[in-house]
C-alpha cells in the first residue's frame, strides 16, 4: 500500500513532477533527507525505471538538501548510461528502419523512441525494446520471413507478435495495433485505425525517417496498452509519465471532445476518468493539458497502488514473482493475480475486464 504519509514516498513524486515538468520543488518541506532515505529513494527510482527523470529533479534542489555525493556520483552515472543507451537505441532503430525498407516494408514504431521525442529531455527516458507494427497481415507475415532469413531466433506469441534479438537489441512485431479485447469494438477500432491512419507522423534520426501513429492513435495505443498490463501483471510508473507527456506534447492535436466520443464508444470512459485523476494529481500534469474536463474528484489512489506494488510491468510485485536462490525466475500465481485485477477494474472497464483473460488464456492455448 502507498503511505501518502510517507517521507521517501512524497519526496520521490515531488522529483519526479519537478523532473517530468522542469518546475521547483513543491514539497521542499520533506527535506533535507539522511543518508538512508536517499539509498531508499533511489532503490524506488531503480524499480520504477525513472531514475533520468528523478535526477532531473534532484538538480533543482540546493547543494545542501541533494543526496551524499557518494550516491550523487552513482546516480550520474546511471543517467549517463541511459542517455548512452538511448543513442544506441536509435542506431538500432536506424539499422532496423533502412533493413525493412530494402524489402519494401514500411512498418510505424510504437511507443519507444517515438514516445521519447514527447519529453522535455528524451535522452533521460530509460528506453526498453523496440516495437513495430505492420498494418497488414501480409506486410507482418513477410517481415517474420525476412528476419528469419537473416537467422535470428523469432519466436511467436499468438498471431499478432513476434520476437527475437537484433544485436542484442530485444524487438518485438506486431500484427494488430491495439490491446483492445472487447469482440464487440473490434469493427470500430478498424474504423478508427482507418480514418488516422493517413495522419502518420515521422521520427527523423539523422537522414532516415521512421513512421509514428497519428497523435489520437499514439494516445489510444499507448493507454490501451498501459490497461491491458493492469488486467495483467501491472504496470509502472515509467509508463504513466509516457502517457502524461503523450497528453502534453499533443494536447493542441488532438479534440478533446472526439477522443472522450471515443474512450465512451470504447467502453473505457470509467476508467479513463480515474486514470486521467492519477496523472494530475500524483504526477503533476496540467489540467489544461487533458483532452477533456475531469469528470469529477476521482479516487485514484488505489490505480497508483498497483503501479507503485507492480514497477516496470508487474516484476517488482513481490507477491507474484517467482525466485530461485534469490534471483528472479518468472511470473507465479498468473491466475490468482488476473482474477484479483479482473474483480478491481470490472467497475471502470467492464468489457476489457471480462474480455482480457478469456482472449489471454485463449491466445497461450494457441
Same mark, same amino acid.
Given at each position: 500500500?502507498?503511505?501518502?504519509?510517507?517521507?521517501?514516498?512524497?519526496?520521490?513524486?515531488?522529483? #519526479?513532477?519537478?523532473?517530468?515538468?522542469?518546475?521547483?520543488?513543491?514539497?521542499?518541506?520533506?527535506?533535507?533527507?539522511?543518508?538512508?532515505?536517499?539509498?531508499?529513494? !533511489?532503490?524506488?527510482?531503480?524499480?520504477?525505471?525513472?531514475?533520468?527523470?528523478?535526477?532531473?529533479?534532484?538538480?533543482?534542489? %540546493?547543494?545542501?538538501?541533494?543526496?551524499?555525493?557518494?550516491? $550523487?556520483? @552513482?546516480? #550520474?552515472? &546511471?543517467?549517463?548510461?541511459?542517455?548512452?543507451?538511448?543513442?544506441?537505441?536509435?542506431?538500432?532503430?536506424?539499422?532496423?528502419?533502412?533493413?525493412?525498407? *530494402?524489402?519494401? #516494408?514500411?512498418?510505424? $514504431?510504437? +511507443?519507444?523512441?517515438?514516445?521519447?521525442?514527447?519529453?522535455?529531455?528524451?535522452?533521460?527516458?530509460?528506453?526498453?525494446?523496440?516495437?513495430?507494427?505492420?498494418?497488414?497481415?501480409? =506486410?507482418?507475415?513477410?517481415?517474420? %520471413?525476412?528476419?528469419? @532469413?537473416?537467422?535470428?531466433?523469432?519466436?511467436?506469441?499468438?498471431?499478432?507478435?513476434?520476437?527475437? =534479438?537484433?544485436?542484442?537489441?530485444?524487438?518485438?512485431?506486431?500484427?494488430?495495433?491495439?490491446?483492445?479485447?472487447?469482440?464487440?469494438?473490434?469493427?470500430?477500432?478498424?474504423q478508427l485505425e482507418s480514418a488516422y491512419g493517413d495522419n502518420?507522423?515521422?521520427?527523423?534520426?539523422?537522414?532516415? &525517417?521512421?513512421?509514428?501513429?497519428?497523435?489520437?492513435?499514439?494516445?489510444?495505443?499507448?493507454?490501451?496498452?498501459?490497461? *491491458?498490463?493492469?488486467?495483467?501483471?501491472?504496470?509502472?510508473?515509467?509508463?504513466?509519465?509516457?502517457? =502524461?507527456?503523450?497528453?502534453? !506534447?499533443?494536447?493542441?492535436?488532438?479534440?478533446?471532445?472526439?477522443? &472522450?466520443?471515443?474512450?465512451? +464508444?470504447?467502453? $473505457?470512459?470509467?476508467?479513463?476518468?480515474?486514470?486521467?485523476?492519477?496523472?494530475?494529481?500524483?504526477?503533476?500534469?496540467? &489540467?489544461? +493539458?487533458?483532452?477533456?474536463?475531469?469528470? *469529477?474528484?476521482?479516487?485514484?489512489t488505489w490505480m497508483m497502488e498497483d503501479c507503485w506494488t507492480?514497477?516496470?510491468?508487474?516484476?517488482?510485485? %513481490?507477491?507474484?514473482?517467482?525466485?530461485?536462490?534469490?534471483?528472479?525466475?518468472?511470473? @507465479?500465481?498468473?491466475? +490468482?493475480?488476473?482474477?484479483?485485477?479482473?474483480?478491481?477494474?470490472?467497475?471502470?472497464?467492464?468489457? %476489457?475486464?471480462?474480455?482480457?483473460?478469456?482472449?489471454?488464456?485463449?491466445? @497461450?492455448?494457441?
Open positions: 500500500m502507498i503511505m501518502l504519509g510517507n517521507k521517501e514516498i512524497t519526496v520521490f513524486f515531488s522529483l #519526479l513532477r519537478s523532473g517530468l515538468w522542469h518546475r521547483p520543488i513543491d514539497r521542499l518541506d520533506c527535506f533535507p533527507l539522511t543518508d538512508t532515505e536517499w539509498g531508499q529513494l !533511489y532503490q524506488y527510482a531503480e524499480k520504477q525505471t525513472v531514475e533520468g527523470i528523478l535526477f532531473d529533479g534532484v538538480q533543482q534542489l %540546493e547543494a545542501g538538501m541533494q543526496p551524499p555525493k557518494t550516491l $550523487l556520483l @552513482k546516480w #550520474l552515472v &546511471r543517467v549517463e548510461k541511459i542517455r548512452q543507451r538511448n543513442r544506441w537505441m536509435d542506431t538500432m532503430l536506424v539499422e532496423q528502419a533502412l533493413f525493412f525498407n *530494402k524489402h519494401n #516494408l514500411h512498418p510505424i $514504431l510504437l +511507443k519507444g523512441q517515438g514516445v521519447a521525442q514527447c519529453y522535455r529531455d528524451p535522452t533521460i527516458r530509460l528506453s526498453g525494446d523496440i516495437d513495430w507494427y505492420f498494418d497488414s497481415p501480409a =506486410a507482418f507475415a513477410e517481415a517474420n %520471413e525476412q528476419v528469419h @532469413k537473416l537467422g535470428l531466433q523469432l519466436s511467436s506469441s499468438g498471431k499478432y507478435n513476434s520476437s527475437y =534479438a537484433w544485436k542484442g537489441c530485444a524487438v518485438d512485431q506486431h500484427g494488430k495495433l491495439f490491446d483492445i479485447h472487447n469482440p464487440f469494438v473490434q469493427g470500430y477500432v478498424g502518420k507522423l515521422a521520427l527523423l534520426l539523422g537522414e532516415t &525517417r521512421v513512421s509514428l501513429l497519428a497523435p489520437m492513435l499514439q494516445i489510444l495505443q499507448v493507454n490501451t496498452h498501459i490497461l *491491458k498490463h493492469q488486467l495483467a501483471f501491472g504496470v509502472g510508473i515509467r509508463q504513466l509519465c509516457d502517457a =502524461a507527456c503523450l497528453y502534453a !506534447y499533443y494536447h493542441r492535436q488532438v479534440e478533446g471532445a472526439t477522443l &472522450r466520443a471515443i474512450y465512451q +464508444k470504447l467502453n $473505457l470512459l470509467n476508467w479513463v476518468h480515474v486514470f486521467h485523476q492519477l496523472l494530475v494529481d500524483f504526477l503533476g500534469l496540467d &489540467r489544461d +493539458k487533458l483532452p477533456f474536463e475531469l469528470n *469529477k474528484q476521482q479516487n485514484c507492480a514497477g516496470n510491468f508487474g516484476f517488482h510485485d %513481490e507477491n507474484y514473482i517467482r525466485q530461485e536462490n534469490g534471483l528472479f525466475s518468472g511470473r @507465479k500465481s498468473t491466475f +490468482k493475480k488476473i482474477w484479483a485485477n479482473f474483480w478491481k477494474y470490472l467497475p471502470y472497464a467492464p468489457m %476489457e475486464a471480462i474480455s482480457f483473460p478469456i482472449m489471454h488464456y485463449r491466445a @497461450k492455448a494457441d
